[in-house]
């Protein structure tokens, strides 16, 4: 593909920063890289580490994938899964159905297969993509491997007309963890994914010349955010999936000239590193850090805006069901003598927040209520759970809001400040888990009478512990196996424990509080996974069955 001398340059899409563009109507999702092909055709688009694209490439094989798909049977509103991975095949793949008018799925690959089984049976997608050659984990659907998908992007194609999405039509769905014990698939418009595209890049600011630094999953909707939309504008996109450490991230940095990085709190502490790498000199193009998905230390933020105070540093908040990101905040200048968190801010153009205690909406600083969004960006609901939707999208005057769960306050300069939660949903390394559904699965294993799931520090980092209360100890084996056959790794706990007897409050409710207390307390500097709750009501760590 390359444009032809004297050719007038595409138009841009409306989210570009330039006034100039911010008239231009919306290209079709499936157009989503076609301005950037058309303009700057031998640009590279992004690198996976392997595997590197430029526009023209990444283009014509979107539309090598959609030609293939239209062979399927695959039309607009159909699901289409792709199990993916950190590649740059998943651009392709996900501008490819959408070509199509229909609905990107990207789920993980490495979950464990009853886990995928059900989804897929709940979906029942047209076609399913797999990156690897895998054998097909269910039957009477479309499955592709990689070497039948390498063929079929391979084959030269011509023009592809894509088919445009309406405004309340799907365009993606992405899979987050349930209360039920039922994983949730948030299904977001398109509308709502043209709506976030603009509301967002006011604040991210990418521009063609951006190169931004990915590290999220594409099982996670921030994906969307640092690579898709992006390249969107024709800014170079970097796939890490290499090991997540310190040194080797900010290397790749340095070495890929990022202007831009987007990283959970977890990774950004990792890239921190205690901060005295954070220099001009380890860092020498970087203009923007985002961090979110998760608390993160404010004296990690302060490390950044310290050492390269021209650098924006933002805090920013969002729910996969409220189309990834919908609050920021930026800092404009490092606290010292702050101890609690940064505030999320406040929310994006087309985005409106109100604040909820009994019933009441809260506008005082200083009063916790439960934070509602509402507005452009709101899902249309969780796929196939009318109920579930029901429960957590109202309307009130007009505006569809969902009610987040997460309880928040304003602070004395109108800012949204996180406070927690109202129930057991946690979020670890920017992965959203929600206890109950590890509960739930724990409390399936026969011979489990009563469980027992939270958060406890451990060396420095929160990790997911489990109380298994069960007459005899053997059901823990049970217990961890079930678990490994339907959880992905990330949700599996990391502390095991085993108490013989109930404890229970005075009203009779299993007294997770008390028990949690007890475990956390020994696992705080232990390296020991496993423990037996004593006659004493203490735990102790064993190893193999045997108390150490």
């Known amino acids: ?65 959609a030609a293939w798909l239209r062979e399927q049977g695959v039309v607009a ?53 797999a990156l690897d050659d895998r054998e097909p984990a269910v039957e009477d659907v479309r499955w592709t491997g990689r070497t039948e998908l390498d063929a079929a992007l391979s084959r030269p194609v011509g023009e592809v007309p894509s088919v445009p999405h309406g405004p309340e039509d799907p365009a993606y769905i992405i899979f987050t963890s349930g209360s039920t014990g039922t994983p949730k698939g948030v299904e977001i418009s398109a509308g709502s994914l043209v709506a976030y595209f603009g509301n967002h890049n ?34 170079f996109v970097h796939q890490f999936r290499g090991m997540h450490a310190g040194a080797i991230m900010r290397a790749i940095i ?115 209520g439960e934070l509602w969004i509402g507005g452009e960006q709101v899902m249309l609901g969780y796929f196939g759970q009318p109920e579930e939707t029901a429960r957590r999208v109202v309307e009130v005057d007009g505006v569809r809001y969902y009610r987040t769960g997460d309880l928040c306050s304003y602070d004395e300069n109108g800012d949204l400040v996180f406070c927690g939660r109202n129930d057991d949903e946690v979020k670890l390394a920017g992965r959203r888990i929600h206890l109950g559904e590890i509960r739930q699965t724990v409390l399936s294993c026969p011979g489990v009478e009563r469980a027992a ?40 706990p990391t502390v095991v424990a085993w108490s013989p007897e109930l404890a229970v409050s005075s009203t009779g409710k299993t007294d997770e509080g008390r028990l949690m207390r007890a475990l956390a307390e020994v696992t705080r500097e232990s390296n020991a996974t496993h423990f037996v709750l004593s006659a004493e009501g203490e735990f102790a760590a064993v190893d193999g069955g045997v108390r150490v």
């Open 453 to 492: 799931v939270a958060l406890v520090p451990r060396n420095g980092h929160d990790v997911i512990a489990l109380v298994v209360l069960a007459p005899e100890q053997a059901v823990v084996a049970q217990v961890e196996q079930l678990l490994a056959d339907l959880m992905p790794e990330y949700m599996r």
């Open 202 to 235: 006011q604040v991210l600011r990418f521009v063609p010349g951006s190169r931004v630094f990915s590290l999220s999953p594409f099982h996670f909707d921030v994906s969307i955010e640092d690579t898709l939309l992006p390249l969107s504008l024709g800014a």
């Open 254 to 368: 340095k070495r890929e000239r990022i202007t831009h990085l987007i990283a959970v709190s977890t990774l950004l502490t990792m890239i921190t590193e205690g901060g005295r790498q954070v220099s001009r000199e380890n860092f020498p193009f970087l203009e923007m850090v985002m961090t979110g998905a998760e608390v993160c230390d404010p004296g990690v933020i302060n490390v950044w805006k310290d050492a390269l105070p021209e650098v924006r540093v933002i805090n920013v908040y969002g729910p996969t069901e409220a189309t990834i990101v919908c609050v920021a905040h930026e800092i404009v200048t490092a606290d010292p003598e702050r101890r609690s968190s940064y505030p999320i801010g406040r929310p994006l153009r087309g985005v409106v927040a109100r604040l909820v205690d009994d019933e009441v909406e809260v506008h005082e600083p200083g009063r916790i």
């Open 77 to 129: 509103g159909d699901r289409v899964a792709v199990l993916a991975e950190k590649s740059a095949i998943v651009p392709v793949l996900a501008i490819g159905i959408w070509k199509c008018g229909a609905v990107y799925v990207p789920l993980d690959a490495t979950q464990p297969l009853p886990r995928l089984r059900g989804l897929l049976g709940r979906l029942q997608p047209r076609a399913v993509l």
């Open 1 to 65: 593909m390359t444009q032809s001398v004297g050719a007038a340059p595409a138009a841009m899409p409306p989210w570009s920063v330039d006034p100039a563009d911010q008239a231009n109507p919306a290209p079709a999702l499936g157009d989503l890289v076609l301005a950037a092909a058309t303009n700057w055709p031998d640009r590279p688009a992004l690198h996976d580490g392997q595997l590197g694209l430029n526009f023209a490439e990444l283009e014509q094989q979107a539309r090598a994938c």
